[in-house]
């Protein structure tokens, strides 16, 4: 199944995120966490989705960019019904090398089937990055629109 999304507004992406996840929700549960890619340009909404789904899951703090500290992770509500316990945004912009998401614990991250897992920049990983991992692709269009894209089936 191919997605392809057009957003103008926070309610879009709102709708959008809803969408995607429950589109994640009817896939059969995995061994390993669900990862996703976000890839695109900055200020293409990468961030701005991934705070969405966060919302969609009930999560009440603050997601913000995990730009400076490489990664965040947010538990996910027990009332928000998910398969998912919780909620990991990696944002590897900053990488100097793929080896430093390791030192980070990330085959451990990456293990726990309960883990919803989100990497902007995943190009920035290189042989890191699960072969076949879905990836969604931001395009920002103009100043409010953002087109949000998988160059395949997704899963």
Same mark, same amino acid.
């Given at each position: 199944? /191919?997605? =392809?999304?057009?957003? =103008? ?11 995607? &996840? $429950?589109?994640?929700?009817?896939? !059969?549960?995995? *061994?390993?966490?669900t990862i996703i890619g976000l890839s695109g340009d900055l200020g293409s909404g990468k961030t701005t989705f991934v ?5 969609? +899951? ?6 913000? *960019?995990? =730009? ?16 998912? =316990? $919780?909620?990991? $945004?990696?944002?590897?912009?900053? +990488?100097? *090398? !793929?080896?430093? +998401?390791?030192?980070?614990?990330? #085959?451990?991250?990456?293990?726990? #089937? ?10 920035? &990983?290189?042989? +890191? ?10 395009? $920002? ?8 894209? /998988?160059?395949?089936? &997704?899963?």
């Amino acid at each position: 199944m /191919t997605f =392809t999304k057009t957003s =103008t507004c926070a309610a879009d992406m709102d709708a959008i995120a809803k969408d995607f &996840l $429950h589109l994640l929700e009817t896939l !059969p549960q995995q *061994s390993q966490a669900t990862i996703i890619g976000l890839s695109g340009d900055l200020g293409s909404g990468k961030t701005t989705f991934v705070q969405a789904v966060a919302r969609a +899951l009930g999560i009440a703090e603050p997601v913000t *960019s995990p =730009t400076f500290v490489l990664e965040k992770k947010y538990s996910i509500p027990p009332t928000a019904k998910s398969i998912f =316990t $919780h909620l990991v $945004h990696i944002d590897a912009y900053r +990488l100097a *090398s !793929p080896t430093e +998401l390791v030192t980070l614990g990330f #085959s451990d991250i990456t293990a726990d #089937s309960a883990a919803l897992i989100f990497i902007e920049w995943p190009e920035r &990983l290189g042989d +890191l990055f699960p072969p076949n991992t879905p990836t969604l692709f931001f395009n $920002h269009a103009d100043e409010t629109t953002r087109t949000i894209t /998988t160059a395949k089936n &997704l899963l």
